[in-house]
Each structure stands twice: as C-alpha cells, then as structure tokens.
C-alpha cells in the first residue's frame, strides 16, 4: 500500500555532487519548506538525513541533493535509477517559517546552494524581496545557480578560490551589502556550520533575524537518542523534534562544530572498509 | 539456569544464559507442588496458567505446555528472557518460602525456544469480523495488542516509525540478553496470525489519527512507549562522549555498531566508561560498553539495595567486571580543548528519609566533589514517554508527564475508539507490564468493535 522508495531520476549536478528523484507519495504529500528526510540505504546502513529540496505531491516524488563525503551519502550515491532505497522516513523536523518579512537574504553554501532553493522559492511566494547569496569553494560546486536567478531579486556569487563571483565567502558577500547600507528584515542560512557561525556573527550587530538550518549528527530522527542535541539560548534542543531551524544569533557553534567532528575517525575507517568490500557484491 | 563463561561473555554479544536443556528443564517442573490455589499465576501480569504448563513439561508434553502458555502470552520467548520473574511470579512461588523457588522463567523460555527449534504450532484464529484496528508502535504493547485482536478475528495494522519492528526489543536491549533473532520469530509469530507491520511511518507526523480513521480504521491502539531520553540538565552534557543510554543503545543493538565497520553505524567507546544510572538500563549500557572494551564504572546515587536494576543483571555485570560507585552522582562533565569529556564530576551522597517510592532518598554531602575520569559517558536515568502519534491532537488528554490519559478499565483514551497501554500510559516500566496492559486493552477494543459501544 505504501510508496517504496524507487530512485526515479539521478543526475551529477557538480563533482561528486547528485540530485535524485525518489518515489514517496507519503513524504511527498505531508512535506513542507524545511522539513528533512532520514534514509537507510541498505541493510547494513546508517540513518541519515537529508534535507527535502523539492516535492511533487501528484506524482508521489521527493527530491534531494546531497554531497559524497561518507559512506552512507557515497553508497546513495551509487544507486542507479529503478534502484530502491531500503528505508526513508519523513517528513520530519518543523517546517520554515515562511510568511512575509520584508526584504530577506537567503545564504547558501556549499551543498546548502541547494538547499536554499526551496527556502528562496516559498519566501518569494510570500511576497518577500529575495536576495539570494550563494558560496563555494570553486565555481564547478555552485548549484541551481540558473534556477535561483530566476526566483530571486538579486543574487550574489562567492567562492573561496575566486573562480567565479566576490572571492571569499558568503558571510563577507552578506556583511558588505550590509556595510553599503542595505538592511534586511530576515536571514536565512544554511550550509556549513563555520559558515552559519560567520552569517550570524554579520548579521548580530544589526539585530536582523536569522535563522540557521542546522544540520548535526542525527540517528533515528525522531527524538529519541538526543544525538542532534544542540545549544540554543543556553538551553538544549533536540535539532532533529525542536529545528533544525534556530535563530543563529542564539545557536553554540562551537559546539555543533565539535559534536560534527565526534566520528571523523570512524567515518575514515568506514570509508576504507567500503573500498574494501565494493568489488566484492 | 547454565550460562555462559565470563570469559566468553566480555569478548562478544552472544546470550548470557544459555537455557535449560529437557532434562533440566523436566527436572525443575518436577519441583513444582501444583498449588491448589497458585500464587504464582496472581504475580503474571497476564496470568498465565503456571501449575498447567509446568505439568506438561513434568510429563516431557512440550506442546501442550507452550500452548498453554500461548493462550495467555504471545511472546513466551521474551517474557522468559526479560520478565522480572523474581518479583512476579517466582517471587510468589511457595517453595520460594523456605527455599528455592521454581525457576518458572527460565521454564517458559525452555518451551518457547523447544517451539522455535521444532517449528512453530499453529494458532486458531477466529473468522474474520471485518474490523480494521491500527496500532501504532511495535514494540512489547503493540505487538501484544495485535496480537490478541488479530486472534479475535481482526484485521490488524501495525505502523512502526523506526525501520525493523519490535520496539525496544529491537532497539534497546542488547543481544546478550534478548537475541534479535529470537524478537524476529516472536514479530513473525505475530505476522502468521495475519498482523501486517508497516516500518518507516510516524503516525503523527506522516499520518495523523484523523487519517487513520480515513483510511478505514474502526479504533486505533496506541503503544509508542517512553523511547525519549533524559538527560541530568548538568553543565558540560553536551561534550562529545556523552551518550543518552536510548542513542549508545540504538546504535549498538538497532543499527550494530559492535559489528562496525560491517554496519556503517560507529559507536564510540573509550578507554573509561561511567554509566550514570542503577537500571535495566544502565546494567545494558555498562555490560555493552564492558564489550566493546571499556574499563566501566557505573554510578549510583544510591547503594546497591535501592538499585532498580534486577538482581541477576546485577550479578552479571559484576562478573563481568563492571565496576559500581555508590553513593555518588554527576554535578557536571568536565571536557578538554577539543569539546571531548575528560571527566565526571561527582558529588558523595547520603541516604536520608524514604521517599514517595519507599527508597531512601539520596542526599548531597557539601564539600564532598571528587573527579572520575572517563571518555565516554552513558546517560541511564530513565526514558520519558513518547507522545508524537497524538502531538497537536487536542481530543486525547495528556498529563504534566506527558503520559497518555486512559480510563483504567478499557485503557480507552479521552477520544472515543482510541485506546493506549503501556508505557506511553505508565511511564518507563517493563515489557510484561505492557503487555498485560495491551491485553486488557485489546480485549477493550474487541468489546468496542463488536457493538459493545454506540458505534
């Protein structure tokens, strides 16, 4: 009776980076802005999320974005079309808060290019004047570039290496537009948590409201390890029940940069262990 | 009941008691004085037919003993393994009074594992009533309850929010003490009397109760649990290292972190472990964390006598070399440059008054902070219940715990053809309690479905 998780289009949309559509007509017609899947690839697999780009509700399909790093996001990344995946479930997380700010900046980087397209298109919706910021280490990792001129009212490009747009990150786009004397009535980010940090460290002396989409360690997704724990206002949320949306001004990111780098030496050796075992199956 | 050599044990997850063979097994049911009037059966939460069962395994009638059993217990394997028999039914027995009670436990495994091992006894269900029931949760409760409504002639949906069934069976005791292959069978015992289990769906969050209703559902039983963490709400919690027991277990038992890097899941455990905590849970924790290779103190607030954890658990993890600190509890982590815990802070407690649970409440002594080293950290001080299925949905009553309201005598919640039991109900308790509680409630149910109400 219910959607199996069939993987319907798959494109490499820069390096090691890939866009899939999935079949989920259950996700597909509760999803909303901001909300996030957790997938288990095989049966041997962990859980891990990702965060909904798009949704077609009449055609049950969900789609997401993601960058190879682990083995987890390397073995999706391998699936072919007609492929299924063995488990994903969702939505979770609270939805965006989208509705009419004013004038708003969306920040975006890294894989998180992507991520903003779905926060720029509904914030646009609503009426918003959308500036869009998005950053890179190099040109070729810039994503839905094309798709996000066209919802936005303006766009800004950084990459660290200067091959295309401001040379530097999005945090020094945002604080120079901010320097010239433009004002924003909201922020958005999402992206790398040191890129979160900078955002917020801009937009802090402004007052602006800004909300980071945090994206830490997470295992069942529903509330129950406390994996995701994070820091916000002093107190302790659950990013997975609570966000993953918070108001960056009030988020610990030193802490969130720990906890992320908590299994860097597993995830070496998971890495190694796939090489290892790929030919074999 | 034999087990397995300490030596074997700390080097792998393979189950610690080993069972009865049917000699021993036969041997231990001849003990038994068959009781006119059976204490034992008034200790099961859902009073199997304990003289009768025992009889047959007396007389080597393994069958009819597990049918016996089945009649009033449709997961004999695991109730056998993890029931706290020695506070139930084994704590009531007779010859318990001047010494050594009957080991009826380790008889009810013996007849579930003769079952597993020569194939599986077929249960009479009744003919189909054209009821549809979903029950949401797949654990002890849930299982239970579909179980009984399935045998009742219903048709019954399971929807489970992780990816494997089984609840806290699954995701929360470890292999040494409830194999999971032994979980599947029961969940596949279930399955045969035509329960459908759908993995992967919260409802609350995928499909609402309303929806359920929708999709055709005459009542809807709710069995979700406590699977939400506590934490100490102490400074430094969120160092790395620093486990709730709900994630140290998940990816232990759940996604098999103990066979990393075959399963993709890590679990990291250092060279010093402390387990805070004097539960079921908490002996979990520290035997697992002992097995991965950590030296592991566990740390309790009170003395060994208040421990919550049952006896035998106890004795397990001190024969495997967990070590015990009481009298002391955490005042804060204490972590190095890098965001990692170096440390527990403790405090030395005092026993004073008894408390609202007849304990002596612990006390802190001032002055008495003293430092434990340890890189990884386990959280055991219980689980809060899991409410998500009915978050937002005004008809059902919660209460301040965020326990579900029900009427004590059908376990039916303040919505009408909506029911819950276990511990979404009482709070953290055990796997028997919730199933008893899931039986009366399904019977509830089937008196509902069967136009008992105004439906």
Redesign the interface.
């Given at each position: 009776?219910?959607g199996r998780f069939q993987v319907l289009e798959k494109e490499t949309l820069a390096p090691g980076i890939k866009r899939m559509v999935i079949s989920a007509p259950?996700?597909a017609e509760?999803a909303k802005v901001g909300q996030f899947v957790i997938l288990?690839v095989d049966e041997?697999?962990?859980?891990f999320p990702l965060t909904l780009v798009e949704w077609d509700e009449e055609k049950g399909t969900i789609t997401v974005i993601f960058q190879e790093v682990g083995?987890?996001t390397k073995?999706l990344g391998s699936l072919k079309v007609g492929d299924k995946i063995?488990?994903?479930?969702?939505?979770?997380g609270n939805p965006s808060e989208i509705r009419y700010y004013g004038d708003v900046a969306v920040v975006g980087g890294g894989v998180g290019t992507a991520l903003v397209y779905p926060q720029a298109k509904a914030l646009k919706e609503a009426g918003n004047r959308v500036t869009t910021i998005l950053g890179a280490r190099t040109a070729e990792l810039l994503l839905l570039e094309r798709e996000l001129a066209e919802i936005s009212d303006e766009l800004y490009i950084s990459t660290d290496d200067g091959t295309k747009g401001f040379k530097g990150f999005t945090s020094d786009v945002l604080k120079m537009l901010l320097e010239e004397g433009r004002r924003f009535d909201y922020v958005f980010a999402v992206g790398p948590a040191p890129m979160l940090r900078a955002v917020a460290e801009v937009t802090r002396p402004y007052k602006i409201k800004t909300v980071a989409s945090l994206n830490p360690i997470m295992?069942?997704g529903?509330?129950?390890?406390?994996?995701c724990?994070?820091?916000v206002g002093g107190e302790?949320k659950f990013a997975c029940?609570d966000g993953p949306e918070f108001d960056a001004h009030q988020v610990d990111f030193?802490?969130l940069m720990?906890?992320l780098?908590?299994?860097i030496d597993?995830?070496e050796?998971?890495l190694?262990?796939?090489e290892k075992t790929e030919g074999r199956c | 009941m034999p087990k397995l050599s300490v030596e074997e044990r700390i080097h792998s997850f393979k189950e610690v008691a080993l069972g009865y063979t049917e000699k021993q097994a036969i041997a231990e049911a001849k003990r038994c004085l068959q009781c006119k009037v059976p204490r034992c059966v008034e200790g099961c939460p859902v009073n199997i037919d304990i003289p009768a069962f025992i009889k047959f395994i007396s007389e080597g009638r393994f069958e009819e003993a597990i049918k016996k059993v089945r009649e009033k217990n449709s997961l004999p394997a695991i109730c056998g393994r993890v029931c706290p028999q020695e506070t139930q039914c084994m704590g009531r027995c007779v010859r318990g009074i001047k010494g050594t009670p009957i080991n009826i436990g380790a008889l009810e495994r013996f007849v579930a594992d003769w079952e597993r091992r020569t194939g599986r006894i077929k249960t009479e269900v009744a003919p189909p009533t054209g009821r549809k029931v979903a029950v949401v949760g797949s654990g002890p409760a849930g299982l239970t309850a579909a179980a009984e409504l399935a045998k009742l002639g219903h048709d019954v949906t399971i929807f489970e929010a992780l990816h494997k069934p089984g609840g806290v069976l699954m995701y929360g005791i470890p292999e040494f003490r409830m194999p999971k292959d032994i979980v599947i069978d029961e969940i596949n015992y279930v399955k045969s009397l035509g329960v459908k289990i759908e993995t992967d769906i919260i409802i609350g969050k995928v499909i609402t109760l309303n929806e359920l209703f929708e999709m055709g559902f005459d009542a809807v039983f709710i069995g979700t649990g406590a699977g939400l963490p506590r934490f100490l709400g102490i400074p430094g919690e969120n160092l790395c290292g620093i486990y709730s027991a709900n994630e140290f277990l998940i990816r232990i038992n759940l996604m098999k972190a103990y066979r990393f890097p075959e399963y993709d899941t890590p679990v990291k455990v250092g060279k010093r472990v402390a387990v805070i905590g004097g539960g079921n849970v908490a002996m979990d924790a520290a035997r697992s964390a002992l097995r991965l290779g950590g030296d592991v103190t566990v740390i309790y607030r009170r003395t060994e006598l208040e421990m919550p954890a049952r006896r035998e658990e106890i004795e397990n993890a001190k024969e495997e070399g967990v070590k015990f600190l009481f009298l002391a509890t955490p005042v804060r982590f204490i972590g190095d440059d890098k965001g990692w815990v170096r440390a527990v802070e403790c405090v030395r407690m005092r026993l004073g008054e008894p408390d609202e649970t007849g304990r002596r409440r612990p006390i802190p002594i001032e002055g008495s902070e003293f430092k434990v080293e340890a890189d990884t950290v386990v959280v055991a001080i219980g689980q809060r219940p899991n409410p998500i299925a009915v978050r937002g949905e005004k008809s059902i009553k919660l209460t301040s715990h965020g326990t579900i309201v029900v009427n004590p005598e059908t376990y039916e919640t303040t919505r009408r053809g909506v029911f819950a039991g276990g511990d979404i109900v009482t709070g953290n308790a055990t796997v028997i309690s919730a199933m008893g509680a899931a039986k009366k409630a399904a019977k509830a149910i089937h008196e509902y479905l069967m136009g008992g109400g105004d439906n």
């Open positions: 009776m219910l259950l996700i509760k288990r041997y697999g962990e859980r083995v987890s073995k063995r488990d994903i479930v969702g939505p979770l295992v069942d529903t509330g129950m390890c406390g994996a724990r994070v820091t302790v029940v030193r802490e720990n906890r780098h908590a299994y597993k995830e050796e998971a190694k262990h796939l | -």
